[in-house]
């Protein structure tokens, strides 16, 4: 079992930056696709990123392509979403996630095995 911890979470206004991370409990964190999902009240989990177990392929929605970056260090168990030039359109709460499968296939929430608590990014116009 997998526990993940996300922080970096906040208020900023529109055009600024965020770096969210996420913690993972335990070394097997490299053998996981880590990923990034957003999520608005009544709405659906959405796909925002993912990364391979190694790190040397990333995959982006069309709503992150260009503006967040993922990024994870094994060493450190831990996964990073930069996000720059961030619009009110953003504000949602944030999910990490791991997942047993391949990175390049996953883009929804039912495809993830492991989930952390949330942080809320909230961006202010």
């Known amino acids: 079992q997998v526990q993940l911890v996300e922080s970096g979470g906040g208020l900023v206004q529109a055009g600024g930056s965020l770096r969210l991370s996420c913690a993972a409990s335990?070394?097997?964190?490299?053998?996981?696709?880590m990923g990034w999902f957003r999520q608005a009240p009544g709405k659906e989990r959405a796909f925002v990123a993912a990364?391979?177990?190694?790190?040397?392929?990333?995959y982006y929605a069309d709503l992150a392509k260009g503006r967040f970056t993922i990024s994870r260090d094994n060493a450190k168990i831990t996964v990073y979403l930069q996000m720059n030039s961030l619009r009110p359109e953003d504000t949602d709460v944030y999910y990490c996630?791991?997942?047993?499968?391949?990175?390049?296939?996953?883009?929804?929430?039912?495809?993830?095995?492991?989930w952390g608590q949330g942080t809320q990014v909230t961006v202010s116009s």
């Open positions: 335990e070394r097997t964190f490299s053998s996981y696709a």
């Open positions: 996630a791991a997942r047993i499968g391949l990175a390049s296939t996953w883009d929804r929430s039912d495809e993830s095995d492991y």
């Open positions: 990364i391979s177990w190694s790190g040397a392929r990333t």
